[in-house]
C-alpha cells in the first residue's frame, strides 16, 4: 500500500531522512513517499495532525519537537514510555496514534554492529540532557557499562535524567565544572554542532583508546568530531550511521519490512 512519510523539525533542511527513506524503499520495493515538514514552534501538534489528515501514514520527530511528539500521542510503546521522548510516530488501527522511540537502537547498533565498540565494563559520558539524550540512556544502561554519566549545563535537568533512569544501571548527573576522571565513550547529544559549537567540556577527559560519537552529522567533520580527534580519540565518529540505523527501525515500525543499512550508509558517505 502507499503511503506518505515524512521528517519534522525545526531546523530540517539539512535532514537526509528523505534520501535515506528513498533508498530503503527502492531496496525493499515498499511504495513510500517521504518528505520534510518545517515544524511550527508554536504549533507542532497542527502540523502533525494536518499531515496525518493528508493522508500521511507516519512522521519521524527530530528537534526540538520529540518531547512535544510524547505529549500528544494516544499510545506509547515502553521504550518511549521509558524516555519520555517520542521520534517516531505511527498510525494505529482506528486512527490511533503511537509514539515509539528509535534512537537507542540506532545509537546502540551504529556503535556495536557497524564499528564494534563494546559497552560492558565502559564508562560513558552523555553531554546535554534533552530530548535526544533520554532516548539513549536506557538503551546504554542495557549494555552492563560501568557507569553512564550525564553532564549539563542546568544541572537539574541531568539531575532529572539521572534519577529517573536510576533503577536500571549506574547513572549519575553533573555539572561541566563538576567533570573529572575518564571516559571510554564520550557522546555529544546536544544541538551546538547546528551552530558549530562544541560543549565546554575540558581537556584530558578521554581514556586511552577513548572514542567520541557526535549524534549530529554533517558532510565536513562536525565541531564535535574534530573536538575528538584533537583530544586523541582512537575513533571519532558523527551520527550518520545512527541516523541510518534509527531510520530502518521506523520503516520497520512502519512497513513491517527491514531494510538492509549498509549500503545506505556507504551511498550517503559518497
Given amino acids: 500500500m502507499f503511503c506518505k512519510y515524512a521528517v519534522i523539525g525545526n531546523p530540517i533542511e539539512h535532514s537526509k531522512s528523505p534520501e535515506i527513506h528513498a533508498a530503503f524503499a527502492e531496496q ?22 494536518d499531515f496525518l489528515n493528508d493522508g500521511g501514514c507516519g512522521l519521524n520527530v527530530t528537534v526540538p519537537f520529540k518531547e512535544r511528539a510524547f505529549q500528544m500521542v494516544d499510545d506509547l510503546s515502553e521504550r518511549a514510555e521509558l524516555a519520555g521522548s ?3 510516530l505511527i498510525v494505529a488501527t482506528g486512527n ?10 540506532g545509537l546502540i547498533t551504529d556503535l556495536a554492529k557497524n564499528h564494534g565498540f563494546e559497552f560492558t565494563g565502559k564508562r560513558i559520558l552523555v553531554v546535554g540532557a534533552g530530548g535526544a539524550t533520554r532516548g539513549i540512556i536506557a ?10 554519566t550525564i553532564v549539563n549545563r542546568t544541572v537539574s535537568r541531568a539531575e532529572e535524567l539521572a534519577l529517573r533512569f536510576v533503577n536500571y544501571g549506574p547513572v549519575a ?11 571510554d565513550l564520550i557522546i555529544n ?31 565536513e567533520p562536525t565541531a564535535f568530531v574534530k573536538w575528538g580527534k584533537a ?26 519490512v527491514r531494510p538492509d543499512t549498509a549500503p545506505v550508509i556507504a551511498m550517503l558517505r559518497e
Fill in 28 to 49: 525493499t520495493g515498499e511504495e513510500v513517499l517521504y518528505t520534510r515538514i518545517l515544524g511550527d514552534m508554536e504549533d507542532f501538534n497542527g502540523d502533525v495532525h
Fill in 86 to 88: 517520542v521520534n517516531t
Fill in 173 to 183: 548527573a553533573c555539572g561541566f565544572d563538576q567533570l573529572g576522571g575518564k571516559f
Fill in 139 to 148: 538503551p546504554l544502561l542495557y549494555k552492563n557499562p560501568v557507569s553512564v
Fill in 231 to 256: 583530544q586523541g580519540a582512537a575513533i571519532s565518529l558523527d551520527g550518520l550511521g545512527m541516523l541510518v540505523e534509527q531510520a530502518a527501525e521506523s520503516f520497520w515500525l512502519w512497513r513491517g
Fill in 96 to 105: 490511533e496514534l503511537r509514539g515509539d522511540n528509535t534512537d537507542g537502537v
Fill in 189 to 219: 547529544a546536544t544541538s551546538a554542532g547546528i551552530h558549530g559549537e562544541v560543549p565546554p567540556l575540558p581537556d584530558g577527559l578521554l581514556a586511552e583508546d577513548g572514542w567520541t560519537y557526535d549524534m549530529m552529522y554533517s558532510n
